[in-house]
C-alpha cells in the first residue's frame, strides 16, 4: 500500500498551498497528494516546534523524515544559532515541496534525497523526528538508530509520537540506544522525547 514514506511515482498530483503562522511569522507551505499531512500542520509538528524552540539545537540541525519542509524551514528562520540545516526524506515529491517551500519563505537548507542518512557527510548536534507511523515499527526504530549514529557526541534526538502509536516501546528503545532519554512533555496523547547520545 502506497503512503507518505514511500516513493510512488503513480500518484495523482494536485498542487495546493497553505499560509501558516507561528509566532508572528508568516509561512506559506506548497503540498499535494502523498505527502503527510497535506492540509495543514499537524498538531504532534506543532508540539514538536515548539518543545524543540526551548532547547539549544546547536549549529548543524537534521529534519529528519521532512515531508515538505515543515520542522525545517520554521527552525531556520527563528533559530538563529543553525547554520546548517539538513531536510531528508525518501519520498521524491515532498523533497521538490520542500525545497519550492524553502525558496517561498526565504529559508536555506540543504534536501536531500536519502533511506540512510549515515551516507550524509555531515554529523548533527540535533536530530528532529515526526516518525512516519504508517511505515511500521521496524522502519522508526531503524531512524533512531541512523539518528544516533549521525548526532555528535552529546547531541539529541527529539521526537514526537503519540501515545497510541507506541511511546512506551519507543522509550525503551531509546533507552537501548542513547545515554540518556527525557519524557520533555505529554500534551494530549503526545509524548515530547530527547534522547541525548
Known amino acids: 500500500m502506497s503512503h507518505y514514506y514511500t516513493n510512488d511515482q503513480n500518484l495523482p498530483s494536485k498542487e495546493v498551498s497553505f499560509e501558516y503562522f507561528y509566532e508572528?511569522?508568516?509561512?506559506?507551505?506548497?503540498?499535494?497528494?502523498?505527502?503527510?499531512?497535506?492540509?495543514?500542520?499537524?498538531?504532534?509538528?506543532?508540539?514538536?516546534?515548539?518543545?524543540?524552540?526551548?532547547?539549544?539545537?546547536?549549529?548543524?540541525?537534521?529534519?529528519?523524515?521532512?515531508?515538505?519542509g515543515v520542522i525545517?524551514?520554521?527552525?531556520?528562520?527563528?533559530?538563529?544559532?543553525?547554520?546548517?540545516?539538513?531536510?531528508?526524506?525518501?519520498?521524491?515529491r515532498a523533497l521538490s515541496l520542500a525545497k519550492k517551500n524553502c525558496d517561498t519563505n526565504k529559508v536555506k537548507a540543504k534536501i536531500v534525497l536519502s533511506d540512510d542518512i549515515r551516507t550524509l557527510k555531515d554529523k548533527f548536534t540535533s536530530v528532529i523526528l515526526n516518525p512516519p507511523i504508517r511505515a511500521g515499527k521496524q522502519v522508526i526504530f531503524a531512524l533512531y538508530q541512523k539518528a544516533r549514529d549521525?548526532?555528535?557526541?552529546?547531541?539529541?534526538?527529539?521526537?514526537?509520537?503519540?501515545?497510541?502509536?507506541?511511546?512506551?516501546?519507543?522509550?525503551?528503545?531509546?533507552?537501548?540506544?542513547?545515554?540518556?532519554?527525557?519524557?520533555?512533555?505529554?500534551?494530549?496523547?503526545?509524548?515530547?522525547?530527547?534522547?541525548?547520545?
Open 24 to 68: 508572528g511569522e508568516r509561512f506559506v507551505f506548497y503540498t499535494d497528494y502523498g505527502v503527510f499531512s497535506k492540509t495543514q500542520v499537524d498538531y504532534g509538528t506543532y508540539l514538536l516546534i515548539n518543545e524543540v524552540r526551548k532547547h539549544s539545537l546547536g549549529s548543524s540541525v537534521l529534519d529528519l523524515g521532512c515531508g515538505y
Open 72 to 92: 525545517g524551514i520554521i527552525l531556520s528562520r527563528l533559530s538563529p544559532t543553525i547554520s546548517n540545516m539538513v531536510m531528508v526524506d525518501v519520498n521524491k
Open 150 to 197: 549521525v548526532l555528535d557526541d552529546g547531541g539529541s534526538l527529539f521526537i514526537v509520537i503519540q501515545k497510541k502509536h507506541g511511546a512506551a516501546s519507543t522509550e525503551k528503545e531509546l533507552k537501548n540506544l542513547f545515554n540518556e532519554v527525557r519524557v520533555l512533555d505529554k500534551v494530549n496523547g503526545h509524548w515530547l522525547f530527547e534522547a541525548r547520545k
